[in-house]
T-cell receptor, first 118, second 112 residues
Framework: GAVVSQHPSWVICKSGTSVKIECRSL??????MFWYRQFPKQSLMLMAT?????????EQGVEKDKFLINHASLTLSTLTVTSAHPEDSSFYIC??????????????FGPGTRLTVT | SQQGEEDPQALSIQEGENATMNCSYK?????LQWYRQNSGRGLVHLIL?????REKHSGRLRVTLDTSKKSSSLLITASRAADTASYFC????????????FGKGTLLTVNP
């Protein structure tokens, strides 16, 4: 149980275009989803927290107009990288958990999406 | 800034040996979690230890938590080549609304 999927697993796009990444909880309802980015050989950096039906909360230094997050349902959150540039190339990982009682602290992670901007 | 700092940054051992990784953090936590990541893949949750717990076991894994020293350790016993991966500690900081802050990770290589 507690499976999170991401689509696509990898994507190559041209500079200036937008890319949408989907994060789905397959067998549970995710009230909260988190988006991270990870550069090669580095740790995960939290970009934003999204709660179903409300606006995402972005971490300091993350441009909300560049990284659009939508969490329209309890099983789907999307991250859109707008006007992508080569410096946006990274590994993007989502995680999800269910905040309804009984609350579980565990976050379930997706397999990640490798974005390469040329 | 990073909440957790793991050491060592890299560890290379022979199959069958034990591997110990340490994690230090700076502020009060609700819990601390350890994750494994194979190269280019997502994260696999290994174990969660709550702030009022001192030790937890899961199979070949043993995690300790010392809140007075703000540190945790992950011990993998009888290591296997398949344990080769990066290991991260992540802290659920009090008052952070369940956000996880990850350490820099330890790259473990288990040689056959």
């Amino acid at each position: 149980g507690a499976v999170v999927s991401q689509h696509p697993s990898w994507v190559i796009c041209k500079s200036g275009t937008s890319v949408k990444i989907e994060c789905r909880s397959l067998d549970f309802q995710a009230t909260t989803m988190f988006w991270y980015r990870q550069f090669p050989k580095q740790s995960l950096m939290l970009m934003a927290t999204s709660n179903e039906g409300s606006k995402a909360t972005y971490e300091q230094g993350v441009e909300k107009d560049k990284f659009l997050i939508n969490h329209a349902s309890l099983t789907l959150s999307t991250l859109t990288v707008t006007s992508a540039h080569p410096e946006d190339s990274s590994f993007y990982i989502c995680s999800a958990n269910d905040r309804r009682p009984p609350v579980s602290y565990e976050q379930y992670f997706g397999p990640g999406t490798r974005l390469t901007v040329t | 800034s990073q909440q957790g700092e793991e050491d060592p940054q890299a560890l290379s051992i022979q199959e069958g040996e034990n591997a110990t990784m340490n994690c230090s953090y700076k502020t009060s936590i609700n819990n601390l979690q350890w994750y494994r990541q194979n190269s280019g893949r997502g994260l696999v949750h290994l174990i969660l230890i709550r702030s009022n717990e001192r030790e937890k076991h899961s199979g070949r894994l043993r995690v300790t938590l010392d809140t007075s020293k703000k540190s945790s350790s992950l011990l993998i016993t009888a290591s296997r080549a398949a344990d080769t991966a990066s290991y991260f500690c992540a802290t659920d900081v009090k008052g952070s609304n369940y956000k996880l802050t990850f350490g820099k990770g330890t790259l473990l290589t288990v040689n056959p």
